[in-house]
């Protein structure tokens, strides 16, 4: 099997001359792997020693020894290119959007919490002893007022109804009404 152009490129960077020299897969193999071991057998031994301790530590001495051998040369331009790109979006950042705006149903809930606090409804006035309770109460009363429905007048209802009343405009009711035309058919 023929080799492939990159397998060509690589070990011509080893050293191998593949192209001139007509060779088997099997002999390249062979004379990469004891390449491989004249290269590594010295340092090996210290090095596994040395990932066993410190694993971060070895990743580090790993790549500086690839920088110093030439080896990441080839990915040199393709991480320029790549920081170069996240540069120009960065520079290029779309605007900031404007933030959500509150709804009215929001600003009655705050202002009914804060009628609820002032009041002596749900504990002294200035604190709320159950907030749970009087959040649900608040959220109940305004969801109703935002329908159009009735809500009590008296109790801590009344408090947060007089409290949030002027976010939602009373609506008029719709009212339906039948049809005055008599529709008959004749056979």
């Known amino acids: 099997m023929a080799f492939s152009n990159l397998e060509k490129a690589l070990l011509l960077k080893l050293g191998i001359d593949v192209a001139r020299n007509p060779v088997s897969r099997a002999a390249v193999k062979t004379a990469v792997s004891m390449v491989g071991r004249q290269a590594v057998a010295p340092t090996a031994r210290v090095g596994l020693g040395l990932a ?3 694993p971060l530590a070895a990743t580090g001495l790993g790549a500086l020894a690839a920088y110093e051998a030439g080896l990441l040369e080839p990915l040199e331009q ?9 540069d120009e979006a960065v520079v290029q950042a779309p605007e900031r959007r404007r933030k959500k ?8 809930v705050s202002e009914g919490m804060k009628a609820v606090k002032k009041s002596a409804s749900y504990g002294k006035k200035g604190t709320i002893n159950n907030a749970r309770k009087a959040f649900t109460q608040v959220t109940k009363v305004a969801s109703k007022l935002n329908k159009g429905q009735k809500v009590p007048v008296k109790g801590p209802s009344g408090v947060i109804k007089r409290a949030i009343s002027k976010f939602f405009p009373k609506k008029k009711p719709v009212r339906r009404t039948t049809s005055k035309i008599d529709i008959q058919v004749n056979r």
Request: hydrophobic share 40%; glycine share 0%.
């Open 52 to 54: 066993r301790r410190n």
């Open 78 to 86: 393709p991480f320029e290119q790549a920081v170069m790109a996240v």
């Open 101 to 108: 705006r509150r709804t009215q149903f929001n600003k009655a």
